[in-house]
C-alpha cells in the first residue's frame, strides 16, 4: 500500500499547530508520550525490584500494595509492564531504524537509477515480501537462538522492504516534480537532490510508515516472546508475561490482562499517531477544514 | 430454507450430544502430550505409544500393575524350573485378536522371536536378550528356555515392547494396530488424537468405556483450558505449574504420585571455576529448593540431596548437607578467589520445570554474585549443545531413568564429572547382589556425589494427574508410561 | 494482457526459485544435528555417522539441494526425519486444516471490512464512521493471541460454546469441525478485519474525491448508486492489494493460532518441525507457504488486471 | 421566462463565505458566460445548481430552474433533475470518467437510469449520441475504455453523457481549459452546434474572456464571490463601464513596452547567423517503444525530429505548438536535461550533449529555466534564500554566506520582491509572486538564456500581464534571451521577435512573430492562428453580428 501525499505547504510551526487541532494526533502523542515516559521513568523508579524474586507472594491479586498484582514468581506486574515497556520500544525502535537505515537507501538509489537496478532491487523486495514475516521471524530465532537481538533483527529484516518501497514511492512521486528540474538545471547532480530536495519531501512519509512499523515491531515481539522466542528473562517483556499467564488464567487472570492492555494501548496509540501525520498531510482533509 | 433447515439439524445434534452427557457416560477423552510416531510398541522406544496402547489395546503375557507389580495376562499362570532356566506358560484360550483370528501359542513364539531376531526393529531388544529358545507346546502352552537365570524376566515380559502381535497383521500394526486387548483401534487423526473403541470380542472383563479418545494436548497453556471447559477429561500427566488451576475446584480430581525423576542443576564440572569444589558447594548452598519446589512445581516435589529417589528403598537423606545460605556461599566464593562473582550461562530445556527453575536459580545464584545468562534451548539444541558437545557452563534436567546413579561414573558424560573413588563403587555395585552390601555400597555413592556437590541436587518431579471427580481406576503412580484404562469407568 | 501476465508469471517463478534457495540455504546451516536428534541420547558417534549417510547429510550441499528442488518439482518433498512418513502426506493431513482456517479466516474478515468500509466512508467525519474507526483501531492494536486467550475463556471454558481447542478431523462431521474452527477463525480475522476496514474506507474516500465520481453524480445517479457502480470497483485495487498480503499474514498468523488452539496444521507442524530440527519438513513447509503466498500475490496481479482495464490493454 | 434563475444567493462552506448576493439567469437557448479569475466562484456557482457541494456548504437565497425550487430540492428530485434536465461539463477530461467502466456504459448509464430504458435501446441512443459527438462507432465502438482515448476525445465522450438526455440546461465549467487551442475550438463549435440543435440553456463558466466572447450572449463577470458587471456580451466588453471589466479585458490584450527587438534580417535564415547564442542542429530525440512482450518492443517514439535552429544573444524566441508536439521534449534537450538520439546542440560554441553535470557548469551558469507551475516549481521545504540561490551551486567560486544574501536581494528585487522575502516560505507567496521567485531564481546568475517552459499559462489574466512585463522588462535591461514555450499565441505575440512553430517534432515555420502569426504559411501554424481565440476579433465579431 502506498500512502497517497502531497507536500505540505506549511513550516514547521505551522504544521505543529495544525497537529494539535487534530484529535488523531493529539491522542496518540498523548498515549506514545506516556508510553514513553513510563519506560523511561522505570530506569529511575519502579514500585518494586523486577529482579528479585519472592516466591512467597506469588499470584497476589491486585492491591494497594500492588496495584496490577504479582505474578508466579511474586514480581510486581505494575514494575514488570513499566521495564517490560523500554524493552518493547527498544526492540521495535531498533528494528524500525535497521529498517529505515538500510531501506530507505536503497528505495531512493532505486528510484534514482531505475532501469535494471531499480527492477532488481525490488524483484529482490518481493522475494522478502514472500516469506510470511512472522514465520521467517520464528525460523530466525529458531536458528540463532531465541533472544531480543535476534528478534530485533528477525523483525528488522522484514522492515527493510517495506521502507524500500515507501522511499521509492515517494522519491517516485518527487521526481518528476519541477522543483527538482530546477535543481538540476541549477547543476546539482543526483545524489545532491535526493539529499536536498527528495529526503526531506518524503520524511513525513517515512514518519508515518514508521510509526506504523513501530506498532507492528510491538506486536511482532511481543508475539515472538510469547511462543518463547523473543526477550528472555530475566528482562521482562510483555510477550513473555503474557506467555506466563496464559497456564494461569483461572488463578491470577491479571498477569494476561494488564500486560494484554499495555501492549493495546500502545500500538493503539502509536498508530493513533501515524493517522493523525497521514491526515495532517492529507491535502484532501486540509481542504475540508 | 434448505440451508436454515441444515443448520437447525446440526444445532439440534449439538445440543442431543451435549445433553448425553448428563447420562452415565461411556465416553473418555484423555490428554496426552505427545503424539507418537506410530502404533507399534515393539517397533519404537517413544513413550507415547505405551500411553496409548499399552494394555488397551496389545496385551503381554504378562503385565505390570499400577504399583509396578507383575500380574498375569494372556498367560493366565507360568511354571519356572529350578534352575530358573525355563518358563512354561499356560494362555488363556478363546482369546481372539481384533481382526477375529484365534489368539494361540504360535502367535507367542513369532512375537519374542520377531522381537529377538537379528533385523528386529524392537527398541528395547536387551528385554529379549537372554532367551535362547522358544518353544510351542501346544495351542496354550509355550516354552521359554533362557540362556541363564534372569530374575527380571517375568517383569520384562510385561514392557510395552514385548507385547504379542499376529503374524498376519505384525506389518501393519504401526498404522492400523491389531492386539488382544479390550480396546481397539479405531482411527488416528493425525495431530490431534487417536480414538479407541471397545472390543466386543474380549476376552477378560469387559470395561466399562465404550469409547476412549487420546487427544494430543502439547502444552500446559491448551491443556488448562482444555480440562478447564471440559473437552478434555483426564490428564494423567499434567504440567505440575499449573495445578493450582485445578487444585480447590471440585469438579477435578488432583493426583500427586512419584516418579523417578531427579531434577539437578547439572554443572560442567571440567569447565573453569566450575572445576573448583568450593564454587561447586557455593551453588549448592545458594540454591533454595523449597523456593524453587514453590515457584516451578506448584510445591509438589521432593528436595533431593544426591542422585536417587527418596521412595527408593536405599535413599539416604543428604538434603541438610548444603542448607539455604547466602553467606556461607559468598564465603566459598571468596575462598575460591571469586569475591566479586563471575558471569556465566544457563542453558534450559524446554520443560517448565527447567524454564521456570531457571529463572528462579538465576535469581538465587545472583543473589550471592554469579549472574547467569539464560539461554532456552529445544531439546535437539540440548542435546547437541549440552549433551553432546559439553559446551555448557549449567543447566536443568531431569534424570527420570529409574536406578541411574551410574551415570556419574560414565567416561564423558555431560557432567564431565571424574572422581575415581566413585567409579570403584560403580564397579563394585555392578558386581554385588547382596541387598545389604548393595545398600552402603549406594549410600556411599550418593555421599561422595554430594559431598563433591557434582551438580545442584534439587527435587524429585512429581507425577500430577488431573482428571474429572467422577472418573474412577485411573493409575495414580506411573511404573510405567501407560495409560491402563481397563478398570476405569464414570460414577455419578 | 498477455505480456503483463507473462512478466509476472516470470517474476513470481524467479521469485519461487530464489526463495528455494534461500529457504535451503538458511536451513542448512541450523545449528544441531537431526541424526543425533533421532538417535537420542545414547547413539554412538558411528551410529550417527550411519544415519547421517543415509538421510544424504553427507552429500555435497549443491547435490542436495539440486535433488531436494527437483523432488519438489514432482511434489516428492521427501521423507521427515521425525516421522519417518512422506513429507507430502503429513502436508496433506495439515493443510485441511491450515487452508481451511484461512479461508475461513480471510471470508470473515473480508465479509465485516467490506461493510463497515463502505459504512464509514459514506459517513466520513460523523458519528458513525468515528465509532466505527475507533473500533478498528482497537482492532488492530490488540494481539491475535492475546486476543485468542480472551476468546477461549469466554467461549469455551465460561459459556462452553465451542471447544476450546484441538481438531476433532473432517471425518467426524462437517459440524463438529467447523466449531473447533470458529473461535481460531475469529482471532485470526478481527484483527485483519479491521485493517481492512480502514484500508477499505480510506481508498473508497481517495475514489470518491475523484472527478468521475462527481461526473457520475452529475448523471443523477443517487449516492448509493455511484458507490457501489463506480466506486467499489476503484476502491478494490487497494483493497485486493491487501487482500493479497492479508494471506500472508494469515498464513503466518495460524503459527502462532494453531499453537493456542493446539490444531494440528502447517503452522503447528512447521513449528514443530524446527523445534524437532526436522530441516526437510521445515524446508518443505516454509517452500509451500512461500509458493502460496507467490500464488496469491499472482493471482491479485491476476485481478488487477481485471478490474483495471488499462492493465488488460498495455501491450 | 428564464430556464435557470438565481437570486440573492450566498453560499458559505464551513462558515468561510464563498458567494454573496449572486444573480443569474439563464433562458433556454440561451449561452451565458461567467467569467471570473480564479477563486472568485465560478465553480461553486455552478456545484450549487447541481447541488453537489459539500455537505458543510450552507445556501441560501433563490435558486430556481424550471420552476424547481433547487435548494429546496430533495436529493431524489435533484437526481431526478441530474443527467436528465441538467447536464454538466467538467474541466478535467482526463479524469471526468471512471477509468474501468467502457465509454459505451458511462453513457448509457444515465439514459438507462432517468428512462428505465433496456440495456439495449440505451447502448442505441448511447451510439447514437457518440456519432453526434464525433466519435464515430467504426473508430469508436462503445466497448473502448476511457484510457484508450486522447484528452479531446475524452471530452466529447463527458459531453456526449451530458447531453444524451436533450437536457435543457447545459453547465460547461472551464470545459476547454486543459485542451489546446485547435481541440479547444472543435470542442466550442461542438458544444455552439448542441445548444443550437436542442435549444439548450448553456451556462458557459471559464477565465478565458475570449472564449466567453466568442461563444456567450449575455456575460455575467464575477470577482471575489460576488457579481461585478452582467449584460449583453458585446456591449459590455466594447464599452467596459465597470473599472473590473476594464482592467480584465485590457490585461487579456495586454503587450508589454519593448523598446529594443532583436531580429534577423529579413529572408536570412536563422541558421547562419554569426556567433550565434545557441545552437540547434538536426537534432533528433526518440524513446524507445513500450515492450510487447520479453524481448520485442514497439517502435520507438520520435518526439523531436531533426530539428535545427539558433539564437543570438538577447533575442527572444517562442517556440508554439499543440500538446505533444515535442516542444517541451526539445526545451529539455536545450537545457541538457535530457540527452538528444543523435544531433548536436551547441551553446556559446561549446556541444553541451550528452556531457557530464561537471562540464556542464559554466553552459549551466548562462542557462536558466522558468517552469509552467509556480506551485510545483519550488521545494516546499527550503526557504526562499535557499531556493532563489539555488543555481549559484554551478559558480566557479562559491559566494560565502553575505554575498549569497547579497546576490538573492538583489534577485529579489529586480522581480519586484522585498529582500525581506528572504526568510519566508514559497507557500506565502501568491500565484503570482512565486511565479516572480521563479525568475529570480533564473536570473541570480545573469545567465545569456532563461529557457521559460509555458511560464505565465497557469497564471490569472491580470497577473500574467503583470508577469509578461517583468519578463520583457530584464530583457530590456540585462539583454537575456529567452526561448518561450507557449501554446499561446497571445503570449508570443506579446513577447517575442521570432516565432518557431513545431508539429509532430519538426519545426515547420519560423519567422518574425508578427508575420508568422498575422500570415501563417503553414498548415499547423493556419490551424493554430485560425483556432486561437482572440479577443479584438471576437468583440468585433460580436458587433458585427448586432448591426
Known sequence: MTLRFDLPEENLAGILAKAFRNRSFLAGFVITALVAAVALLSYVWTPDDVTKLVIADKTLGPSPANWFGTDHFGRDILSMIMVGARNSIAVALVAVGIGMGIGVPLGAFAAVRGGLIDEALMRLNDLVFAFPALLSAIMITAIFGPGAINAIIAIGIFNIPVFARVARAGALAIWPREFILAARAAGKGKMLITLEHVLPNIVTLLLVQGTIQFALGILAEAGLSYVGLGTQPPMPSWGRMLFDAQTRMVVAPWMAIFPGMAIVITVLGLNLLGDGIADILDPRSRRQR | MKLWKTILAAAALALATGASAFAARTDLVIGIPLEPPHLDPTAGAAAAIDEVLYANVFEGLTRIGQNGEVLPDLAESWTISDDGKVYVFKLHTGVKFHDGTDFNADDVKFSLDRARADNSVNAQKGLFAAIDKVEVVDSAT?????????????????????????????????????????????????????????????????????????????????????????????????????????????????????????????????????DKLQVRQAISFALDRKAIIDGASAGLGVPI????????????????????????????????????????????????????????????????????????????????????????????????????????????????????????????????????????????AQKILADDAVVGFLYELPKVGVWDAKLQGLWENAPIQANDLTKVKWTD | MTAYLLKRLAIAVATLVLASMVVFAVLEIIPGDPARLMLGMNASAEQVELLRNQMGLNTPLALRYLHWASGLLSLDFGRSYTYSVPVIDLVRERVVVSLPLALIALALSTLIAIPVGLFSAGRRGRAGDTIAMGAAQLGVAVPNFWFALMLIYLFAVWLRLVPSGGFPGWSVGVWPALKALVLPAIALALPQAAILARVTRSALIEVLNEDYIRTARAKGLPYRAVLWRHALRNAMIPVLTILGLQFAFLLAGTIIIENVFYLPGLGRLVFQAITQRDLIVVESVVMLLVAAVIIVNLLVDLSYAIVDPRLRSRQ | ??????????????????????????????????????????????????????????????????????????????????????????????????????????????????????????????????????????????????????????????????????????????????????????????????????????????????????????????????????????????????????????????????????????????????????????????????????????????????????????????????????????????????????????????????????????????????????????????????????????????????????????????????????????????????????????????????????????????????????????????????????????????????VMVMHDGRIVERGKTSEVLDHPQSEAARALVTAAPDLHRAIARRLREQE
Open chain 2, 142 to 274: 509355550v516354552k521359554v528356555t533362557l540362556k541363564n537365570p534372569q530374575g527380571s524376566f517375568l517383569y520384562n515380559m510385561g514392557w510395552g515392547d514385548a507385547v504379542i502381535v499376529a503374524p498376519e497383521t505384525a506389518g501393519t500394526n504401526k498404522e492400523k494396530p491389531i492386539g488382544t486387548g479390550p480396546f481397539k483401534f479405531q482411527s488416528w487423526a493425525k495431530g490431534s488424537s487417536i480414538t479407541l473403541v471397545k472390543s466386543d470380542n474380549y476376552w477378560g472383563t469387559p470395561v466399562s468405556l465404550d469409547k476412549a479418545e487420546f487427544r494430543i494436548v502439547p502444552d500446559a497453556a491448551a491443556a488448562v483450558p482444555a480440562l478447564l471447559s471440559g473437552d478434555v477429561q483426564a490428564f494423567p500427566f499434567f504440567d505440575p505449574d499449573s495445578v493450582a488451576q485445578a487444585q480447590g475446584d471440585p469438579r477435578f480430581k488432583v493426583v500427586i504420585g512419584a516418579t523417578e525423576g531427579e531434577t539437578i542443576l547439572a554443572i560442567n564440572n571440567k569447565k573453569p571455576p566450575f
Open chain 2, 305 to 444: 540431596g544426591s542422585h536417587m529417589s527418596p521412595a527408593n528403598k536405599d535413599y539416604v537423606d543428604l538434603t541438610g548437607l548444603y542448607p539455604h545460605n547466602v553467606d556461607k556461599a559468598k564465603e566459598l566464593l571468596k575462598e575460591a578467589g571469586l569475591e566479586n562473582g563471575f558471569k556465566a550461562t544457563l542453558k534450559l530445556p524446554p520443560p517448565s520445570y527447567a524454564r521456570l527453575g531457571g529463572e528462579i536459580i538465576a535469581s538465587q545464584l545472583r543473589d550471592v554474585g554469579i549472574d547467569l545468562e539464560i539461554i532456552p534451548v529445544e531439546w535437539a539444541q540440548w542435546l547437541d549443545q549440552v549433551f553432546t558437545k559439553k559446551d555448557y557452563d549449567l543447566t536443568i534436567v531431569s534424570h527420570t531413568e529409574p536406578n541411574d546413579i551410574d551415570i556419574y561414573s560414565r567416561k564423558d558424560y555431560y557432567f564431565n564429572y571424574d572422581n575415581p573413588a566413585f567409579d570403584k563403587i560403580i564397579a563394585e555395585l555392578n558386581l554385588t547382589s547382596d541387598e545389604a552390601k548393595r545398600k552402603t555400597l549406594l549410600g556411599e
Open chain 4, 1 to 498: 421566462m428564464s430556464l435557470l434563475e438565481i437570486g440573492n444567493l450566498s453560499l458559505s462552506i464551513g462558515g468561510t463565505p464563498i458567494l454573496r448576493n449572486i444573480e443569474l439567469s439563464v433562458s433556454p437557448g440561451e449561452v451565458m458566460g461567467l467569467v471570473g479569475e480564479s477563486g472568485s466562484g465560478k465553480s461553486m456557482t455552478a456545484l450549487t445548481i447541481m447541488q453537489l457541494l459539500p455537505w458543510v456548504a450552507r445556501a441560501t437565497g433563490r435558486v430556481t430552474f424550471d420552476g424547481v425550487d433547487i435548494l429546496a430540492a430533495s436529493e431524489d428530485q435533484m437526481c431526478a433533475l441530474r443527467g436528465d434536465d441538467i447536464g454538466m461539463v467538467f474541466q478535467e477530461p482526463m479524469t471526468a470518467l471512471n477509468p474501468v467502466k467502457t465509454i459505451g456504459e458511462q453513457v448509457a448509464e444515465g439514459i438507462r437510469w432517468h428512462t428505465r430504458a433496456s440495456r439495449a435501446d440505451a447502448e442505441e441512443r448511447a451510439r447514437k449520441m457518440l456519432d453526434r459527438v464525433g466519435l464515430p462507432s467504426a473508430q469508436f465502438p462503445l466497448s473502448r475504455y476511457p484510457h484508450e482515448l486522447s484528452g479531446g476525445q475524452r471530452q466529447r465522450v463527458v459531453i456526449a453523457i451530458a447531453c444524451a438526455l436533450k437536457p435543457k440546461l447545459l453547465i460547461a465549467d472551464e470545459p476547454t481549459t486543459a485542451l489546446d487551442v485547435v481541440l479547444q475550438a472543435q470542442i466550442l463549435d461542438l458544444l455552439r452546434d448542441l445548444v443550437a440543435e436542442n435549444r439548450m440553456g448553456l451556462l458557459l463558466i471559464s477565465h478565458d474572456l475570449a472564449v466567453v466572447t466568442e461563444m456567450a450572449d449575455r456575460i455575467t463577470i464575477l470577482r471575489h464571490g460576488e457579481v461585478m458587471e452582467a449584460g449583453d456580451t458585446a456591449r459590455t466588453l466594447s464599452e467596459q463601464l465597470h473599472p473590473y471589466t476594464r482592467q480584465l479585458a485590457q490585461a487579456s490584450m495586454h503587450v508589454p513596452a519593448r523598446a529594443k527587438t532583436y531580429e534577423v534580417g529579413q529572408g536570412k535564415p536563422l541558421l547562419q547567423v554569426a556567433k550565434p547564442l545557441l545552437q540547434v542542429e538536426r537534432v533528433t530525440r526518440d524513446y524507445p517503444g513500450r515492450r510487447t512482450s520479453l524481448f520485442k518492443r514497439s517502435a520507438p517514439t520520435r518526439a523531436v525530429d531533426n530539428v535545427s535552429f539558433s539564437m543570438i544573444s538577447g533575442q527572444s524566441v517562442a517556440l508554439v505548438g499543440r500538446s505533444g508536439c515535442g516542444k517541451s521534449t526539445l526545451a529539455r534537450l536545450v537545457l541538457a536535461l535530457d540527452e538528444p538520439t543523435s544531433g548536436a546542440i551547441r551553446f556559446r560554441g561549446q556541444d553541451i550533449a550528452g556531457k557530464s553535470e561537471a562540464d556542464l557548469k559554466s553552459a549551466r551558469r548562462d542557462m536558466q529555466v522558468v517552469f509552467q507551475d509556480p506551485y510545483g516549481s519550488f521545494d516546499p521545504r527550503q526557504k526562499v534564500e535557499r531556493l532563489v540561490a539555488e543555481p549559484l551551486h554551478v559558480l566557479e567560486r562559491k559566494p560565502d554566506s553575505a554575498e549569497r544574501r547579497e546576490m538573492v536581494a538583489k534577485a529579489l528585487h529586480e522581480v519586484g520582491l522585498s529582500p525581506r522575502d528572504m526568510d519566508k516560505y514559497p507557500h506565502e507567496f501568491s500565484g503570482g509572486q512565486r511565479q516572480r521567485l521563479s525568475i529570480a531564481r533564473a536570473i541570480i546568475t545573469r545567465p545569456k538564456l532563461v529557457v521559460a517552459d509555458e511560464p505565465v499559462s497557469a497564471l490569472d489574466v491580470s497577473i500574467r500581464a503583470q508577469i509578461l512585463d517583468l519578463f520583457a522588462g530584464l530583457n530590456q535591461k540585462l539583454g537575456i534571451a529567452y526561448l518561450f514555450i507557449t501554446h499561446d499565441l497571445t503570449v508570443a505575440r506579446a513577447i517575442t521577435d521570432e
